[in-house]
Protein backbone atom coordinates (compact mmCIF):
# COMPACT_ATOMS: atom_id res chain seq x y z
CA UNK A 1 0.00 0.00 0.00
CA UNK A 2 2.62 2.24 0.98
CA UNK A 3 5.20 1.84 -2.43
CA UNK A 4 1.45 2.29 -4.50
CA UNK A 5 1.01 6.24 -2.88
CA UNK A 6 4.66 6.53 -3.58
CA UNK A 7 4.22 5.16 -6.72
CA UNK A 8 1.06 7.48 -7.93
CA UNK A 9 2.76 10.51 -6.33
CA UNK A 10 5.78 10.19 -8.85
CA UNK A 11 3.17 9.76 -11.78
CA UNK A 12 1.36 12.96 -11.00
CA UNK A 13 4.51 14.81 -10.14
CA UNK A 14 5.85 14.08 -13.57
CA UNK A 15 1.92 14.48 -15.38
CA UNK A 16 2.59 18.30 -13.96
CA UNK A 17 6.04 18.70 -15.08
CA UNK A 18 5.39 17.63 -18.86
CA UNK A 19 1.85 19.54 -18.78
CA UNK A 20 3.44 22.40 -17.29
CA UNK A 21 6.58 23.01 -19.54
CA UNK A 22 5.58 25.23 -21.77
CA UNK A 23 3.58 27.71 -18.86
CA UNK A 24 6.79 29.11 -17.27
CA UNK A 25 4.80 29.94 -13.76
CA UNK A 26 1.66 31.39 -15.07
CA UNK A 27 0.52 34.46 -13.83
CA UNK A 28 4.34 35.83 -12.62
CA UNK A 29 5.33 39.21 -13.61
CA UNK A 30 9.01 40.81 -14.27
CA UNK A 31 9.48 43.52 -11.73
CA UNK A 32 9.79 47.25 -13.82
CA UNK A 33 12.53 47.65 -11.31
CA UNK A 34 16.15 47.09 -11.55
CA UNK A 35 18.59 46.91 -8.38
CA UNK A 36 21.39 49.22 -8.14
CA UNK A 37 23.19 46.13 -7.20
CA UNK A 38 22.85 44.34 -10.13
CA UNK A 39 23.01 47.74 -12.58
CA UNK A 40 26.61 48.65 -11.25
CA UNK A 41 27.46 45.08 -12.16
CA UNK A 42 26.47 45.92 -15.76
CA UNK A 43 29.57 48.26 -16.47
CA UNK A 44 33.27 46.46 -17.13
CA UNK A 45 34.90 49.49 -17.90
CA UNK A 46 32.94 50.05 -21.55
CA UNK A 47 30.34 52.62 -21.71
CA UNK A 48 26.61 50.19 -21.69
CA UNK A 49 23.22 51.30 -23.50
CA UNK A 50 20.88 50.55 -20.73
CA UNK A 51 18.26 48.10 -22.50
CA UNK A 52 15.44 45.77 -21.17
CA UNK A 53 17.19 43.31 -22.37
CA UNK A 54 20.31 43.88 -20.13
CA UNK A 55 18.32 44.54 -17.49
CA UNK A 56 16.16 41.78 -17.67
CA UNK A 57 13.52 42.95 -18.34
CA UNK A 58 13.05 45.85 -16.10
CA UNK A 59 13.50 49.30 -17.25
CA UNK A 60 13.34 51.56 -14.22
CA UNK A 61 15.85 52.31 -11.10
CA UNK A 62 13.57 53.36 -7.58
CA UNK A 63 15.23 54.27 -4.94
CA UNK A 64 15.89 56.95 -1.99
CA UNK A 65 17.17 60.26 -2.46
CA UNK A 66 20.52 60.98 -0.55
CA UNK A 67 21.76 64.12 -2.12
CA UNK A 68 21.30 67.19 -0.94
CA UNK A 69 22.80 70.61 -3.48
CA UNK A 70 21.95 72.99 -1.10
CA UNK A 71 25.51 73.62 0.26
CA UNK A 72 27.05 73.32 -3.27
CA UNK A 73 29.64 70.40 -1.73
CA UNK A 74 28.56 67.09 -3.94
CA UNK A 75 29.51 66.98 -7.83
CA UNK A 76 27.28 69.52 -9.38
CA UNK A 77 23.85 67.89 -11.47
CA UNK A 78 24.26 64.46 -9.63
CA UNK A 79 21.41 63.25 -8.20
CA UNK A 80 22.43 60.19 -5.76
CA UNK A 81 20.01 57.76 -5.36
CA UNK A 82 20.29 53.72 -3.27
CA UNK A 83 18.26 50.99 -2.31
CA UNK A 84 19.05 47.46 -0.96
CA UNK A 85 16.71 45.92 -3.46
CA UNK A 86 18.98 42.55 -3.48
CA UNK A 87 22.33 42.01 -2.13
CA UNK A 88 23.34 44.55 0.15
CA UNK A 89 22.58 48.42 -0.09
CA UNK A 90 24.12 50.08 -3.41
CA UNK A 91 23.54 53.69 -4.84
CA UNK A 92 23.91 55.31 -8.00
CA UNK A 93 24.53 58.78 -9.09
CA UNK A 94 21.98 59.91 -11.78
CA UNK A 95 23.63 63.00 -14.23
CA UNK A 96 19.83 64.78 -14.07
CA UNK A 97 21.51 68.44 -14.48
CA UNK A 98 19.93 71.19 -12.72
CA UNK A 99 17.21 69.19 -12.13
CA UNK A 100 18.85 66.90 -9.49
CA UNK A 101 18.48 69.70 -7.12
CA UNK A 102 15.11 69.61 -6.94
CA UNK A 103 15.23 66.96 -4.58
CA UNK A 104 16.10 66.12 -1.03
CA UNK A 105 17.21 63.59 0.96
CA UNK A 106 14.32 61.04 1.92
CA UNK A 107 12.29 61.48 -1.63
CA UNK A 108 11.52 58.16 -3.31
CA UNK A 109 11.75 58.48 -6.33
CA UNK A 110 11.38 56.13 -9.99
CA UNK A 111 13.67 56.58 -12.46
CA UNK A 112 13.04 55.93 -16.35
CA UNK A 113 16.53 54.72 -17.37
CA UNK A 114 16.24 52.25 -20.27
CA UNK A 115 17.68 53.92 -23.43
CA UNK A 116 20.05 55.52 -21.17
CA UNK A 117 23.78 54.69 -20.99
CA UNK A 118 25.64 53.55 -18.13
CA UNK A 119 29.26 55.31 -17.96
CA UNK A 120 31.94 56.55 -15.75
CA UNK A 121 32.92 59.78 -15.82
CA UNK A 122 35.84 61.37 -13.75
CA UNK A 123 35.61 58.17 -12.07
CA UNK A 124 32.02 58.13 -10.89
CA UNK A 125 29.50 55.88 -12.18
CA UNK A 126 27.01 57.40 -13.54
CA UNK A 127 23.53 56.81 -15.91
CA UNK A 128 23.81 60.08 -18.66
CA UNK A 129 20.84 60.85 -20.83
CA UNK A 130 18.34 61.16 -18.14
CA UNK A 131 15.88 64.23 -18.66
CA UNK A 132 14.15 65.67 -15.59
CA UNK A 133 10.70 64.17 -17.30
CA UNK A 134 12.14 60.81 -16.43
CA UNK A 135 12.27 61.11 -12.64
CA UNK A 136 8.60 60.69 -10.77
CA UNK A 137 8.83 61.12 -6.72
CA UNK A 138 6.36 59.49 -5.21
CA UNK A 139 7.00 60.06 -1.22
CA UNK A 140 9.02 62.41 0.60
CA UNK A 141 10.56 62.22 3.94
CA UNK A 142 10.98 58.34 3.20
CA UNK A 143 13.50 56.99 6.78
CA UNK A 144 17.08 56.42 5.79
CA UNK A 145 19.18 53.84 7.47
CA UNK A 146 22.42 55.39 8.56
CA UNK A 147 25.17 52.94 7.11
CA UNK A 148 28.08 52.77 9.25
CA UNK A 149 31.43 51.49 7.08
CA UNK A 150 34.95 51.62 8.72
CA UNK A 151 37.24 53.56 5.71
CA UNK A 152 39.36 50.69 5.53
CA UNK A 153 36.21 48.99 3.68
CA UNK A 154 35.81 51.76 1.69
CA UNK A 155 38.77 52.02 0.23
CA UNK A 156 39.25 48.44 -0.63
CA UNK A 157 35.71 48.15 -2.39
CA UNK A 158 34.79 51.61 -2.94
CA UNK A 159 32.62 50.92 -5.66
CA UNK A 160 30.10 48.86 -2.98
CA UNK A 161 29.71 52.55 -1.42
CA UNK A 162 29.65 55.16 -4.19
CA UNK A 163 27.02 57.17 -4.28
CA UNK A 164 25.41 55.86 -0.96
CA UNK A 165 25.14 57.82 1.94
CA UNK A 166 27.52 56.27 5.28
CA UNK A 167 28.48 57.78 8.34
CA UNK A 168 31.84 57.88 9.59
CA UNK A 169 32.50 56.91 12.92
CA UNK A 170 34.44 58.69 15.67
CA UNK A 171 36.23 60.55 12.61
CA UNK A 172 39.66 62.93 13.35
CA UNK A 173 42.56 64.69 11.55
CA UNK A 174 45.97 64.02 11.89
CA UNK A 175 47.62 66.47 12.58
CA UNK A 176 45.19 67.39 15.53
CA UNK A 177 43.69 70.40 14.19
CA UNK A 178 44.12 74.10 15.17
CA UNK A 179 41.26 76.49 16.77
CA UNK A 180 41.19 78.37 13.53
CA UNK A 181 41.14 75.01 11.14
CA UNK A 182 38.23 74.79 8.55
CA UNK A 183 37.14 72.31 6.55
CA UNK A 184 37.79 74.08 3.20
CA UNK A 185 39.91 71.65 0.69
CA UNK A 186 41.50 68.56 0.88
CA UNK A 187 41.57 66.71 4.20
CA UNK A 188 42.88 63.59 5.61
CA UNK A 189 40.11 61.95 7.50
CA UNK A 190 40.77 59.00 9.89
CA UNK A 191 38.52 56.77 11.60
CA UNK A 192 41.26 53.89 13.60
CA UNK A 193 40.77 51.92 10.28
CA UNK A 194 42.23 53.94 7.81
CA UNK A 195 42.19 57.13 5.90
CA UNK A 196 40.13 58.97 3.39
CA UNK A 197 40.45 62.47 1.72
CA UNK A 198 37.30 64.58 3.00
CA UNK A 199 37.12 66.78 0.25
CA UNK A 200 35.17 70.24 0.64
CA UNK A 201 34.65 73.22 -2.14
CA UNK A 202 36.24 76.31 -0.73
CA UNK A 203 32.83 78.18 -1.77
CA UNK A 204 30.76 75.61 0.34
CA UNK A 205 29.04 76.80 3.69
CA UNK A 206 30.67 73.70 4.86
CA UNK A 207 34.35 75.35 4.23
CA UNK A 208 33.86 77.79 7.23
CA UNK A 209 32.62 74.83 9.50
CA UNK A 210 35.76 74.37 12.24
CA UNK A 211 37.19 71.36 12.20
CA UNK A 212 36.56 69.15 15.58
CA UNK A 213 39.12 66.87 17.02
CA UNK A 214 36.14 64.18 17.04
CA UNK A 215 33.23 64.17 15.32
CA UNK A 216 30.39 61.40 13.46
CA UNK A 217 30.92 62.81 9.33
CA UNK A 218 27.77 61.45 7.53
CA UNK A 219 28.41 61.91 3.67
CA UNK A 220 28.89 60.11 0.07
CA UNK A 221 31.62 58.69 -1.64
CA UNK A 222 32.34 59.45 -4.93
CA UNK A 223 35.40 57.62 -7.20
CA UNK A 224 38.03 60.08 -8.39
CA UNK A 225 40.46 58.44 -11.40
CA UNK A 226 43.70 58.45 -9.91
CA UNK A 227 45.28 56.84 -12.57
CA UNK A 228 43.79 55.26 -15.85
CA UNK A 229 43.23 51.88 -14.47
CA UNK A 230 42.23 52.92 -10.92
CA UNK A 231 40.09 55.30 -8.63
CA UNK A 232 39.70 56.13 -5.06
CA UNK A 233 37.08 57.77 -2.93
CA UNK A 234 36.90 61.04 -1.82
CA UNK A 235 34.28 61.70 0.85
CA UNK A 236 31.92 64.88 0.17
CA UNK A 237 29.63 66.36 3.11
CA UNK A 238 26.16 67.46 2.43
CA UNK A 239 25.22 70.08 4.50
CA UNK A 240 26.73 71.99 7.69
CA UNK A 241 24.58 69.83 9.59
CA UNK A 242 26.58 66.63 8.45
CA UNK A 243 29.17 66.90 11.37
CA UNK A 244 28.31 65.62 14.42
CA UNK A 245 31.09 66.50 17.13
CA UNK A 246 31.49 63.88 19.27
CA UNK A 247 34.43 65.54 21.91
CA UNK A 248 36.68 68.78 21.53
CA UNK A 249 38.89 67.60 24.22
CA UNK A 250 42.11 65.43 24.27
CA UNK A 251 41.99 62.36 26.34
CA UNK A 252 45.15 60.68 26.45
CA UNK A 253 44.70 57.18 27.53
CA UNK A 254 48.06 56.56 29.96
CA UNK A 255 48.58 52.76 29.94
CA UNK A 256 46.69 50.18 26.88
CA UNK A 257 46.56 46.75 26.63
CA UNK A 258 48.48 45.35 23.52
CA UNK A 259 48.85 41.69 24.10
CA UNK A 260 48.26 38.55 26.08
CA UNK A 261 49.11 34.73 27.34
CA UNK A 262 45.76 33.64 28.64
CA UNK A 263 45.86 30.09 27.78
CA UNK A 264 49.35 28.92 27.14
CA UNK A 265 51.00 25.49 26.07
CA UNK A 266 50.09 22.70 29.67
CA UNK A 267 48.98 23.87 33.00
CA UNK A 268 48.00 28.28 32.83
CA UNK A 269 48.74 28.09 36.85
CA UNK A 270 51.26 31.44 37.42
CA UNK A 271 51.87 31.12 33.56
CA UNK A 272 49.15 33.83 32.60
CA UNK A 273 50.21 37.20 31.73
CA UNK A 274 49.45 40.54 29.86
CA UNK A 275 51.43 43.21 27.92
CA UNK A 276 50.92 46.87 28.09
CA UNK A 277 52.50 49.80 26.98
CA UNK A 278 52.63 53.39 28.56
CA UNK A 279 52.09 56.32 26.80
CA UNK A 280 53.55 58.85 29.06
CA UNK A 281 56.25 57.98 31.58
CA UNK A 282 55.21 56.44 34.89
CA UNK A 283 56.23 55.87 38.23
CA UNK A 284 54.22 53.76 39.74
CA UNK A 285 54.98 54.27 43.36
CA UNK A 286 54.14 58.04 42.62
CA UNK A 287 51.11 57.48 40.15
CA UNK A 288 49.68 53.53 41.16
CA UNK A 289 47.27 51.50 38.80
CA UNK A 290 45.07 48.38 38.98
CA UNK A 291 44.80 46.02 36.48
CA UNK A 292 41.54 43.78 36.95
CA UNK A 293 40.93 40.51 34.84
CA UNK A 294 37.70 38.62 34.56
CA UNK A 295 36.91 34.93 34.24
CA UNK A 296 33.24 34.47 33.58
CA UNK A 297 33.74 30.61 32.53
CA UNK A 298 30.63 28.44 33.54
CA UNK A 299 31.86 27.48 36.82
CA UNK A 300 33.34 30.77 37.49
CA UNK A 301 31.08 32.28 41.17
CA UNK A 302 29.61 33.85 42.03
CA UNK A 303 26.83 32.94 39.23
CA UNK A 304 25.06 35.47 37.17
CA UNK A 305 25.67 38.85 36.11
CA UNK A 306 28.38 40.99 37.93
CA UNK A 307 26.24 42.44 40.37
CA UNK A 308 29.64 44.50 41.66
CA UNK A 309 31.21 44.89 38.08
CA UNK A 310 34.90 44.88 37.76
CA UNK A 311 35.06 44.71 41.72
CA UNK A 312 32.56 41.02 41.91
CA UNK A 313 36.02 38.97 42.93
CA UNK A 314 35.85 35.90 44.25
CA UNK A 315 36.53 33.69 40.87
CA UNK A 316 35.13 36.35 38.86
CA UNK A 317 38.00 38.88 38.94
CA UNK A 318 41.36 39.05 40.08
CA UNK A 319 43.33 42.59 40.59
CA UNK A 320 47.09 43.14 40.52
CA UNK A 321 47.36 46.06 41.86
CA UNK A 322 50.54 48.46 40.46
CA UNK A 323 52.25 50.44 43.02
CA UNK A 324 56.05 50.44 42.40
CA UNK A 325 58.46 50.49 39.43
CA UNK A 326 58.47 52.37 36.20
CA UNK A 327 57.50 52.16 32.16
CA UNK A 328 59.10 54.65 30.10
CA UNK A 329 56.56 56.51 27.84
CA UNK A 330 56.39 53.64 24.50
CA UNK A 331 57.79 50.93 26.20
CA UNK A 332 56.28 47.60 27.20
CA UNK A 333 55.59 45.76 30.82
CA UNK A 334 54.00 42.82 32.36
CA UNK A 335 51.89 41.61 34.77
CA UNK A 336 50.78 38.60 35.57
CA UNK A 337 51.85 34.90 37.41
CA UNK A 338 55.03 34.43 39.35
CA UNK A 339 56.09 31.99 36.33
CA UNK A 340 57.52 34.82 34.19
CA UNK A 341 57.96 31.90 31.21
CA UNK A 342 56.83 32.82 27.91
CA UNK A 343 54.85 29.84 26.94
CA UNK A 344 54.58 27.53 30.47
CA UNK A 345 56.69 25.19 32.24
CA UNK A 346 60.40 24.34 30.53
CA UNK A 347 59.95 27.81 27.58
CA UNK A 348 61.93 30.58 27.62
CA UNK A 349 62.73 32.78 30.96
CA UNK A 350 61.11 36.70 30.22
CA UNK A 351 61.72 37.45 33.94
CA UNK A 352 64.29 40.21 32.56
CA UNK A 353 61.66 42.07 31.01
CA UNK A 354 59.91 44.61 33.04
CA UNK A 355 57.37 43.41 34.99
CA UNK A 356 55.40 45.85 37.29
CA UNK A 357 53.28 42.75 39.14
CA UNK A 358 53.71 39.27 39.39
CA UNK A 359 53.05 37.07 42.13
CA UNK A 360 51.75 33.17 42.78
CA UNK A 361 48.26 33.48 42.29
CA UNK A 362 47.72 29.98 42.60
CA UNK A 363 48.47 30.26 46.30
CA UNK A 364 47.77 34.06 47.06
CA UNK A 365 44.42 36.28 46.85
CA UNK A 366 44.31 39.21 44.40
CA UNK A 367 44.93 42.46 45.57
CA UNK A 368 41.95 43.64 47.37
CA UNK A 369 39.64 41.00 45.26
CA UNK A 370 39.89 37.55 43.50
CA UNK A 371 40.09 34.44 44.73
CA UNK A 372 43.39 31.96 44.22
CA UNK A 373 42.89 30.36 41.01
CA UNK A 374 44.56 27.95 38.82
CA UNK A 375 43.43 30.51 35.59
CA UNK A 376 42.60 33.86 35.19
CA UNK A 377 40.84 33.49 32.36
CA UNK A 378 38.30 31.27 31.13
CA UNK A 379 39.62 28.58 28.53
CA UNK A 380 36.17 27.49 27.57
CA UNK A 381 35.12 30.13 24.83
CA UNK A 382 33.15 32.41 27.20
CA UNK A 383 34.45 36.07 27.99
CA UNK A 384 37.80 36.81 29.70
CA UNK A 385 38.66 40.01 30.15
CA UNK A 386 41.22 42.53 31.27
CA UNK A 387 41.00 46.35 32.26
CA UNK A 388 43.62 48.78 33.79
CA UNK A 389 41.87 51.35 36.52
CA UNK A 390 43.52 54.51 37.75
CA UNK A 391 44.71 54.03 41.76
CA UNK A 392 43.95 50.60 43.26
CA UNK A 393 40.26 51.22 44.97
CA UNK A 394 38.09 49.83 42.22
CA UNK A 395 34.63 49.38 43.05
CA UNK A 396 31.23 48.64 41.45
CA UNK A 397 31.70 52.58 40.10
CA UNK A 398 34.96 52.63 38.76
CA UNK A 399 35.76 53.27 34.75
CA UNK A 400 38.84 51.49 33.82
CA UNK A 401 41.28 53.51 30.90
CA UNK A 402 41.41 50.83 29.06
CA UNK A 403 39.82 47.22 28.52
CA UNK A 404 39.24 44.62 25.76
CA UNK A 405 37.58 41.04 26.02
CA UNK A 406 37.66 38.01 24.44
CA UNK A 407 34.58 35.91 23.66
CA UNK A 408 30.79 36.72 23.94
CA UNK A 409 29.67 33.92 26.42
CA UNK A 410 28.54 33.95 30.06
CA UNK A 411 25.90 36.11 31.89
CA UNK A 412 28.04 39.55 31.22
CA UNK A 413 25.53 42.34 30.96
CA UNK A 414 21.53 43.27 32.05
CA UNK A 415 19.88 46.30 31.50
CA UNK A 416 18.08 45.44 34.90
CA UNK A 417 17.15 47.34 36.37
CA UNK A 418 19.60 47.75 38.52
CA UNK A 419 21.84 47.73 35.66
CA UNK A 420 25.04 45.14 36.03
CA UNK A 421 27.80 44.35 34.23
CA UNK A 422 31.46 45.18 33.07
CA UNK A 423 31.96 49.07 33.24
CA UNK A 424 33.98 49.82 29.51
CA UNK A 425 36.39 53.22 28.56
CA UNK A 426 36.13 55.26 25.48
CA UNK A 427 38.45 52.82 23.30
CA UNK A 428 38.61 51.60 19.49
CA UNK A 429 36.10 48.93 20.36
CA UNK A 430 34.52 50.55 22.91
CA UNK A 431 32.03 53.93 23.37
CA UNK A 432 30.37 54.90 26.66
CA UNK A 433 27.61 56.88 24.69
CA UNK A 434 26.11 54.96 21.41
CA UNK A 435 28.27 57.07 19.16
CA UNK A 436 24.88 57.12 16.51
CA UNK A 437 22.42 57.72 19.26
CA UNK A 438 24.77 59.27 21.44
CA UNK A 439 22.44 57.20 23.88
CA UNK A 440 24.15 55.87 27.54
CA UNK A 441 25.98 52.06 26.49
CA UNK A 442 28.48 52.13 29.78
CA UNK A 443 29.07 48.42 29.77
CA UNK A 444 30.23 45.66 27.46
CA UNK A 445 27.70 44.28 25.36
CA UNK A 446 25.16 46.98 26.17
CA UNK A 447 24.06 49.22 23.16
CA UNK A 448 26.62 48.75 20.49
CA UNK A 449 29.74 47.74 22.58
CA UNK A 450 29.86 44.09 21.17
CA UNK A 451 33.19 43.77 19.48
CA UNK A 452 35.54 40.85 21.32
CA UNK A 453 38.70 39.33 20.73
CA UNK A 454 37.79 35.92 19.21
CA UNK A 455 38.66 32.85 21.38
CA UNK A 456 41.17 30.68 20.60
CA UNK A 457 42.05 26.88 20.40
CA UNK A 458 42.82 25.86 24.07
CA UNK A 459 46.05 24.49 25.10
CA UNK A 460 48.47 25.77 21.84
CA UNK A 461 50.01 28.50 23.09
CA UNK A 462 48.71 31.15 21.43
CA UNK A 463 49.54 35.08 21.66
CA UNK A 464 47.08 37.72 21.17
CA UNK A 465 49.32 40.05 19.78
CA UNK A 466 47.32 43.79 19.63
CA UNK A 467 48.68 45.17 16.41
CA UNK A 468 47.57 48.50 16.24
CA UNK A 469 48.15 52.69 15.86
CA UNK A 470 48.12 54.74 19.39
CA UNK A 471 48.72 58.61 18.27
CA UNK A 472 49.99 60.29 21.93
CA UNK A 473 49.14 63.89 20.38
CA UNK A 474 45.26 63.06 19.33
CA UNK A 475 44.80 60.49 22.27
CA UNK A 476 43.13 58.08 19.58
CA UNK A 477 43.55 54.85 17.81
CA UNK A 478 44.71 55.75 14.17
CA UNK A 479 44.74 52.08 13.60
CA UNK A 480 42.35 50.20 15.36
CA UNK A 481 43.94 47.15 17.47
CA UNK A 482 44.04 43.64 15.73
CA UNK A 483 43.97 40.41 16.31
CA UNK A 484 46.83 38.50 15.27
CA UNK A 485 47.21 35.09 16.60
CA UNK A 486 51.00 34.28 16.99
CA UNK A 487 51.10 30.63 17.90
CA UNK A 488 54.57 30.23 20.54
CA UNK A 489 56.72 27.45 21.09
CA UNK A 490 58.79 26.87 24.12
CA UNK A 491 61.44 28.83 22.15
CA UNK A 492 59.75 32.09 21.44
CA UNK A 493 61.66 35.11 22.08
CA UNK A 494 60.18 38.38 24.23
CA UNK A 495 61.37 40.48 20.98
CA UNK A 496 59.18 38.41 19.13
CA UNK A 497 56.46 39.53 21.36
CA UNK A 498 57.46 42.87 20.83
CA UNK A 499 58.06 42.75 16.83
CA UNK A 500 56.68 45.28 14.35
CA UNK A 501 53.62 43.89 13.82
CA UNK A 502 52.63 44.86 17.78
CA UNK A 503 51.28 47.94 19.09
CA UNK A 504 53.35 50.90 18.23
CA UNK A 505 53.22 54.78 19.35
CA UNK A 506 53.22 57.75 17.13
CA UNK A 507 53.00 61.62 17.69
Given at each position: ????I?????????????G??????????????????????L????D??????????????????????S??N????M??I???????????????????A????????????E??T??????I??V???????????????????N?????????T?D????????I??????P?????????????????????T???E????????T???????????F????????????????????????S?????????????????????????Y??F??????D????????V????A?T?????????????G??????F?????????G????????????????????????W????????Q???????K????????????G?A???????????R????????????L???????????????????????????????YR???N????V???????????????????L????K???????E????????????????????
Amino acid sequence: MKNSIIYSFLLLSLACLWGCADDNYPGAQISPYFSMYDLRNLYKGQDVQLTKEKMFGSDKLTGVVVSDHSAGNLPAGMLCIQDARRIGLRGISIALGADAAKYVPGDSVIVKVEGHTLTKKNGILQVTGVSGSDVVKVASNVPIAVNRVPVDKMMKTPDNYESSLVVIVKGGFNPLPQPEDKLGGDKLLNDGFGNITLHTETTSPIADVTAPVLANFYGIPFNKQIREDSVAPQFHLRTPDDVVVLSSEINVTPIIITGMATDIKGGDGNYEYIQFMATRDIDFAVTPYSVVTTNNAGTSTPTGFPTQGWATGNMRTFKFNLTSGKANKGTYFYVGGAGRLINGSGSTNISSSNWIRYFNYVNQDGDGFGTKTGGLMANSGNASGVAVFEGTNVTVDSRPVDVIFIGTGGSLWTEGPPAKGYKIANTDYYDIKNPITLENQPYYRAGSNTLSLVYNTADVGYWYMLGGEYNVALGRWMKARSQNNFEMTKQTTIAELEGETATKLSE
